[in-house]
């Protein structure tokens, strides 16, 4: 069974840093695409960006997301990461991983991190 | 960038036929998926590639892409497929969804 187990909630302050983690197992890390999804309060889904597993050129964000956040993975503990080097209000939101055979869709997708951002 | 577009609700009756549409710029040359979401759960992957169905998802849930938009299609609807459905496609190398259709089942 493919699980995709994320970390705890969290609450923070403007300007700080954070890395929220989801650990796959129950199906190959490396062979599977794992991406990040954003969801606002009351609001819709969002795609960040996505990463191939041991092929570190492979990572693809949107225009939205470019350059405010990093997604990595490490094969070694099957885990995928996304951080910020400096949150503001405007990231709190749910943040889901996922992951997809190919990576125009994902099939398994983890519980949500909640991220909480205020002064 | 690449723009999905969704109507914010349908309102379907049990029973009946429920379709809920997707449009974007030459979308039917792409491949939609389709996510099912309920309050408070994260998103189930219902449709892929146009048409193909995930292990576990019931038959009356089908999908359909062509020219510039992508349908989903709910037949004999259950008040269990009450949630919000969100399309996705693959453009210029990023991943975009659609804004979501709240689905009622009245």
């Known amino acids: 069974e493919v699980q995709l187990v994320q970390s705890g909630a969290e609450v923070k302050k403007p300007g700080e840093s954070l890395k929220i983690s989801c650990k796959g197992s129950g199906y190959s890390f490396t062979n599977f695409w794992i991406g990040w999804v954003r969801q606002m309060p009351g609001k819709g889904l969002e795609w960040m960006g996505i990463?191939?597993?041991?092929?570190?050129?492979?990572?693809r964000y949107s225009p939205s997301f470019q350059g405010q956040v990093t997604i990595s993975a490490d094969e070694s503990i099957s885990t995928a990461y996304l951080q910020w080097s400096s949150l503001k209000a405007s990231d709190t939101a749910m943040y889901y991983c996922a992951v997809g055979a190919r990576r125009d869709y994902f099939d398994y997708w983890g519980q949500g991190t909640l991220v909480t951002v205020s002064s | 960038s690449y723009e999905l577009t969704q109507p914010p609700s349908v309102s379907v009756s049990p029973g009946q036929t429920a379709s809920i549409t997707c449009s974007g710029d030459k979308l039917g040359d792409k491949y939609a998926c389709w996510y099912q979401q309920k309050p408070g759960q994260s998103p189930v992957l219902v449709i892929y590639q146009d048409t193909k169905r995930p292990s576990g998802i019931p038959e009356r849930f089908s999908g359909s892409n062509s020219g510039n938009t992508a349908t989903l299609t709910i037949r004999g609807t259950q008040a269990m497929d009450e949630a919000d459905y969100y399309c996705q496609a693959w453009d210029s190398s990023t991943g975009v969804f659609g804004g979501g259709t709240k689905v009622t089942v009245l």
């Open positions: 990463v191939y597993p041991g092929d570190s050129d492979s990572s």
